[in-house]
C-alpha cells in the first residue's frame, strides 16, 4: 500500500481565511470592549452629575435654614426681591435673594452674607444660578456657580401675619424671617435642568429675629 503523505502548514488560501476570521473576532471584541468603556463613562458622568445636584441642593438648604437677623445691626437685611426678565421666548422669573447665614460656607464658618441671583453676562466666568459669598465682618469673597443650566430664578416665602398663611412674591425686613421660603429654578433656552433641580427647594426658617 502506498503511504500517504502527510501534509505539513497551510495553504495561502487557507492562512488567509484563518487571518481573515481572526481579524473579524478582534474587530468585534474591540467593538464589544469599547462599548462598555463608553457606557461606564456615560454612568460615571451621569452618577457624578446626581452626585453634585445633590451637594449643590443640600448646601442650599443648609444655608437657607440657618438664615438669621440680628439685632446689633440693623443693615443685615433679609431681602428677596420678585423679578422678571423679558426674553425673545418670553418672560422668565429673575429674583435676587440676599440674606445671612450662620451656616459654613467657603468664606466664613462665623456668618456670611449670601446673595443668590442668575447670572446671564458674558464678562463673568460663572453662570446660571450663582452665589456671591462675603464674609460677615470679614473681608474674605467668592462667587461660586451652583446650576450653570439657570435661566431663571423664582423664590416664594411664607408669610404668617394676622394669623393666615400665603405665599408672598417678595419680603425684605430687618426684623423679620419669614416662616419659609420656595426656590424654584427656570432652565436657560435650550438647556434643561438635572431632575433634583426640576423640583422646587422649600425650606423652613426659625420666625424671628
Do not use: C
Amino acid at each position: 500500500m502506498r503511504k500517504q503523505r502527510i501534509r505539513q502548514g497551510l495553504t495561502l488560501i487557507e492562512l488567509v481565511v484563518a487571518l481573515t476570521l481572526t481579524g473579524l473576532a478582534l474587530t468585534s471584541g474591540y467593538a464589544a470592549f469599547m462599548t462598555l468603556v463608553d457606557r461606564r463613562e456615560a454612568s460615571s458622568a451621569h452618577s457624578a452629575a446626581v452626585t453634585r445636584a445633590a451637594a449643590v441642593r443640600s448646601t442650599l438648604v443648609a444655608w437657607l435654614a440657618n438664615a438669621r437677623l440680628t439685632i446689633e445691626e440693623d443693615d443685615i437685611v433679609f431681602q428677596g426681591i420678585d423679578g422678571t426678565k423679558r426674553l425673545d421666548s418670553g418672560e422668565i422669573p429673575d429674583d435676587e435673594l440676599t440674606f445671612l447665614t450662620s451656616a459654613p460656607t467657603p468664606v466664613s464658618s462665623n456668618g456670611t452674607i449670601v446673595r443668590l441671583h442668575i447670572d446671564r453676562s458674558d464678562a463673568t466666568p460663572e453662570k446660571g444660578l450663582v452665589a456671591e459669598l462675603v464674609a460677615w465682618k470679614g473681608t474674605r469673597a467668592e462667587r461660586m456657580e451652583l446650576v450653570p443650566n439657570a435661566g431663571g430664578l423664582d423664590v416664594h416665602y411664607l408669610s404668617g401675619m394676622m394669623g393666615a398663611r400665603r405665599w408672598l412674591p417678595s419680603w425684605v425686613s430687618t426684623t423679620l424671617l419669614p416662616l419659609g421660603a420656595q426656590i424654584g429654578l427656570v432652565a436657560a433656552v435650550g438647556d434643561s435642568l438635572p431632575p433634583l433641580f426640576q423640583l422646587p427647594i422649600t425650606v423652613s426658617f426659625e420666625s424671628g429675629r
